[in-house]
Each structure stands twice: as structure tokens, then as C-alpha cells.
């Protein structure tokens, strides 16, 4: 008997709804949510999507993506086609460029050149090709994956950390009011290519040279 009651039971679940048993009361019919109002062109108003996005609303203390673009490029013209004043406006006073690539180039661990280092060497480098890979931001930091194509190709990531433009020095970059600096960069690239395009200076035949 018991057996019949249950298999009745699981009939009458699978042949009706949870609201469509006999004598239940109907499905209760659930508000719709409202349609959220589209942002009009020129309008403040954001949908709860777009207010979650950190780039839905313009803050003068987080550089934007056009900015973070600009300063990228602005940035590889340092190393493709490079000028004092264009460093100048591009980076602070206080700059500072941290690189175990550069360090192992020029046998000196841990140096971490200050601005009138970073100016010196790059303006004494010859120019070399310059193109961005990739491009990501933050608030106050622009990561840029770069190829230097020369005859042995060089990648590199440089990660420059930006503030606004400080008065006085320079004047930064940036495509409205808000103009942006790089205060500091960490760069890490093929060490090993670089050295090859050089020649492998460190490996040729000293003149004179006796073994020890």
C-alpha cells in the first residue's frame, strides 16, 4: 500500500509544476525588473553595468587609456627617435629607471640610474626600431610589452609608473587638460639579443691579451 501511495505521488510531481497541483493556489506572477534607461548622449546617468566600469567615469587621479596610450608612444620615441626635450617633458625630476637587462649590459649590478643618468645614456644611444606589442593600465601605472626589430628581435616589458604633470617640470603628456609624467620605469628585455646586435663586444679578442 505504502509503495502504491508513493509512486502515485511521483506521478503527480512529474505531471505538474510546483503552481499546477490540484487545489494549489497559481503561480504568483513576479514583478519584472524595470529597464534600465539608456545613458543619453551628453547625460551623467549610468546604468549599474556601466557605473561598476572603472573607465565609465573620467577621475583626474587615474590616467585614462587615451592618456596611457600617448605616454607609451611618447615613451618609445625615448629609444626609436629620441630628444632631450621630449625626455624633458616626459619625465619628472625625480625619475628613476631600474633594469637587471640594462645592469647586465653594462656589467653593473643593482644600478638604478636617476634622471640625468637615464638622459646621458639615452641620448647617447643610436636609435633603434620601437614598436608596442601590448598596452594595459592602471590608475597610475602603464605597462607596455614592446619589439625592438632588429636584426636579432628584442622583446621587452617596461612598466612606467605615471603622475599628473608637476608644475615646472616639463609638462607632460596627455590628449586633454590633464597632463600625465613618468616618475618611474621598470624594464626587463632580451639582454642576450641586445648584446648580439651590439656585436657581442664583450666576447671579442683583447689585443695583446695574455691568458691567466
Not at 505538474?16 to 497541483?21: L, V
Request: with cysteine.
Amino acid at each position: 500500500m505504502r509503495t502504491f501511495v508513493l509512486a502515485a505521488l511521483v506521478a503527480l510531481t512529474a505531471a505538474h509544476s510546483p503552481f499546477e497541483h490540484p487545489g494549489w493556489p497559481s503561480q504568483p506572477a513576479w514583478p519584472s525588473r524595470p529597464a534600465w534607461p539608456s545613458q543619453a548622449a551628453g547625460s551623467s546617468q549610468l546604468n549599474p553595468t556601466e557605473a561598476a566600469s572603472p573607465s565609465a567615469v573620467p577621475d583626474a587621479t587615474c590616467i585614462s587609456a587615451p592618456d596611457a596610450s600617448l605616454i607609451a608612444t611618447s615613451f618609445g620615441l625615448t629609444i626609436s627617435n629620441y630628444t632631450e626635450a621630449l625626455a624633458v617633458q616626459l619625465f619628472t625630476n625625480n625619475f628613476t629607471d631600474q633594469s637587471d637587462s640594462v645592469n647586465t649590459l653594462i656589467h653593473e649590478p643593482g644600478l638604478q640610474a636617476q634622471d640625468a643618468e637615464f638622459l646621458a645614456g639615452q641620448g647617447a644611444q643610436p636609435p633603434v626600431p620601437f614598436k608596442i606589442l601590448n598596452l594595459w593600465n592602471t590608475c597610475n601605472t602603464v605597462v607596455i610589452r614592446w619589439l625592438s626589430a632588429q636584426a636579432l628581435p628584442v622583446q621587452g616589458i617596461s612598466i612606467a609608473t605615471v603622475v599628473p604633470a608637476i608644475e615646472g617640470q616639463g609638462g607632460g603628456f596627455g590628449v586633454g587638460a590633464q597632463k600625465w609624467q613618468i616618475s618611474a620605469i621598470v624594464a626587463e628585455f632580451n639582454s642576450g639579443a641586445w648584446l648580439g646586435n651590439l656585436g657581442y663586444p664583450e666576447c671579442k679578442v683583447v689585443a695583446n691579451a695574455t691568458a691567466s
